[in-house]
């Protein structure tokens, strides 16, 4: 069965401060997602990940996936109070579900 | 941009009623999904729609629940005999090619079933 871990499951970091949320998954797959959540909403796309070696960039928000070391990163640079939020990724082994990391829950203090 | 929505927001009810949770996925969709959230756990599978059938399901989508496509908008998930272990944030999500065209999915902002 597929596992994906997340790490750290909290992070509480200060307005201005770079850090790394890390992805980690069992079994092979290309395909690697993350998302955002808001208090008591949906989920919200922020990254789609398909091949080895992907980097994709968002604002202060970069996430690049290593398929080998089935390993995905999320950088957040400078960070603000508005990235304060439920950070997950997903991983889509060859079917058609999702299954998900627990979260990160990202808190941005000014 | 096009968004799938859900109703209703939040959907209390007493153990052992039945359920309708309604969504209606982008229009141009053509795969559906439903997972669920228990409150501040992950996210998880539920069922996988597509072409009129259930193309995948988890273990957790047992003999109570059923989805449907009632008509040519609606996408359904209904929860025979609720137990409380069902109280959790429901979400639907559509998206246009299904998984092998690597595609996102869209979600829709979830309902709220709280069983008593």
């Known amino acids: 069965e597929l596992k994906v871990e997340q790490n750290p499951l909290f992070l509480s970091m200060q307005e201005g401060k770079n850090y790394t949320i890390y992805c980690n998954y069992s079994?092979?797959?290309?395909?690697l997602y993350w998302y955002r959540q808001d208090p008591g909403k949906s989920l919200e796309s922020l990254f789609v990940?398909?091949?080895?070696?992907a980097v994709k960039q968002e604002g202060r928000l970069m996430a690049s996936l290593d398929t080998k070391a089935r390993l995905s990163t999320l950088h957040i640079t400078a960070a603000v109070h508005d990235l304060s939020a439920t950070y997950f990724c997903?991983?889509?082994?060859?079917?058609?579900?999702?299954?998900f990391g627990k979260g990160t829950k990202l808190t941005v203090n000014p | 941009e096009p968004e799938v929505t859900q109703t209703p927001s939040h959907q209390v009810t007493q153990m052992g009623q039945e359920v309708i949770l309604r969504c209606v996925p982008i229009?141009?969709?053509?795969?559906f999904y439903w997972y669920r959230q228990i409150l501040g756990q992950k996210v998880e599978f539920l069922v996988s729609?597509?072409?009129?059938?259930?193309?995948?399901k988890s273990e957790i989508f047992d003999d109570q629940f059923s989805v449907e496509r009632p008509d040519g908008s609606n996408f359904t998930l209904k929860i025979r005999s609720t137990k409380l272990e069902d109280s959790a944030m429901y979400f639907c999500?559509?998206?246009?090619?299904?998984?092998?065209?690597?595609?996102?999915?869209?979600f829709g902002s979830g309902t709220q079933l709280s069983v008593l």
């Open positions: 997903a991983v889509e082994p060859v079917s058609e579900k999702l299954v």
């Open positions: 729609f597509y072409n009129n059938e259930i193309s995948e």
């Open positions: 229009s141009n969709h053509l795969y």
């Open positions: 079994t092979t797959s290309d395909r």
């Open positions: 990940l398909l091949s080895n070696g």
């Open positions: 999500a559509s998206s246009e090619w299904g998984p092998e065209a690597n595609e996102k999915l869209f």
